[in-house]
């Protein structure tokens, strides 16, 4: 069998402290139809953006370690927060590879030559490292973050009120708009579902760039260059969901994250210290 | 000593899934200028709303705990989701009294005689505790709950334009703007903070009682009742504050939420199994 003949049918790992990675799975499915994804949503602990870094590596840690143990070939860290806080730690730590939404954020702005304006979580933006990934495959680029916390309760709550939405954006935005940046880079899984009002915002001006897209490209990538072995398509496709807190809200809004509706989500505990 | 002498110089405290519990505290350091107050904020695992019952008792059980080991005197329950959900478990197995935000809200709505709106978190509207302990005192009030769950993560950030919580209000007030409530119950420790913007929405219309002003009420009758002892008044009291998970944001929102700036807060494991 030739190297380019490998397969690997075991599974692709995705994490999120809740639902929004859900925004990168819909990618990752569309563009891989053929791979098996498993999703945990850590929903007992959701959410990590206004942790400290300390808990947040903790948090990582483990939810890794859950889907390592459901025997995936990559982990995929589709949490903003843990990518900019604990990926190299995961690298470091799992056998497998990690990627995560920040480097393939960065990957998806290289090209850009002005400005590009990042938005994420306060500690997304706080830790600086949008701008670290981005300036070290474009160091020309300039890169200005602002942390937007309310637009995730808004995406989880399904606000779609352009009186509120516009408010807010005002709010974090406002700035840009007498003289826009080149991009806009949603640093936050949840925010593709404004992306529409994003536009709307910025009058078409802006070009949208989603790290959910993104982490899916850079998936795609990583099958393109053998860093990851594709399904051998002789095993259908399973997608699987776990949560740490099985709650009515996964399921009733996972539709708009994931783009279509699931109906069962498995209850796990991530270590035995989470026993009551 | 008569037993109108007797007195405890042990501490009360106070728990909250984050900082909400502070309007109670302020509240109560207002009322009882004397007494030393405790106040566990569990920040790392903020917010309690949207996760199952089954966790937030778990959550619940851990707070107190800690409280007890505080060797405090009284243990106030100052989250609406936990007082919905777990306060018969913490009443059972605690020895000291224990109350909660949510049979003080129903205490202060005695004597309304019409209808009375709740709002609060999605938790406390659905698991039915605000209706229920209301109907306790005031059997013939209709008394009818609305969940509010975008007023959380506004009050965290501050948020302060008219535009965006007129719009967050109309979505889930509106209803009420033609045939307005006798009163508005404030079921979420986080809602004092917007007193004035409600007042506005009903043009002065509704009274609005605050479930904060309501548990330090409550708690200076437990006193004036003899089920807990005042402070003896010989040792100047002292306000604690613990947090699980210290953060910038809890430091720098305290003020907002207590009315006083807070310089100190100790970080605390609840248990051994939290550790990293």
Chains 1, 2 share one sequence.
């Not at 459901?70 to 497998?96: G, M, Q, W, Y």
């Not at 995730?152 to 007498?178: N, R, T």
């Not at 899984?189 to 994003?198: G, R, S």
């Not at 809200?249 to 509706?261: I, P, Q, T, V």
Request: proline fraction near 5%.
């Amino acid at each position: 069998m030739n190297k380019s003949d490998a397969t690997d049918d075991r599974p692709i790992g995705i994490f999120d402290s809740g639902i929004g990675g859900l925004t990168v799975m819909s990618e990752l499915a569309k563009q891989l139809p053929d791979e098996s994804i498993v999703y945990l949503g850590d929903t007992a602990r959701v959410p990590y953006g206004d942790k400290s870094p300390e808990t947040i590596i903790r948090y990582a840690v483990e939810d890794a370690d859950f889907l390592k143990k459901c025997n995936v070939k990559l982990i995929v860290a589709a949490c903003n927060t843990v990518s900019a806080v604990a990926l190299d730690i995961l690298k470091e730590r799992f056998s497998i590879p990690v990627c995560g939404v920040i480097e393939a954020g960065a990957a998806a702005a290289s090209g850009l030559q002005k400005k590009l304006a990042v938005i994420g979580t306060k500690t997304t933006v706080s830790s600086g490292a949008y701008t670290r990934e981005i300036q070290k495959v474009s160091p020309s680029l300039e890169v200005e973050c602002t942390a937007c916390p309310l637009l995730v309760p808004l995406a989880e709550e399904g606000i779609v009120s352009w009186k509120i939405l516009q408010g807010v954006l005002d709010i974090y935005l406002g700035k840009y708009l007498e003289n826009p940046p080149e991009a806009l880079l949603l640093g936050c899984t949840h925010y593709p579902l404004f992306t529409k009002e994003f536009d709307k915002f910025f009058s078409g001006r802006v070009k949208i760039i989603s790290s959910a897209a993104a982490a899916a490209d850079f998936v795609e990538n990583l099958i393109e260059n053998g860093s990851v072995l594709p399904n051998s398509g002789r095993v259908p496709p399973e997608h699987s969901f776990y949560v740490t807190d099985t709650t009515e809200k996964f399921l009733s809004s996972a539709c708009r994250f994931f783009g279509d509706s699931i109906t069962q989500a498995e209850q796990v505990s991530l270590t035995i210290t989470e026993q009551f």
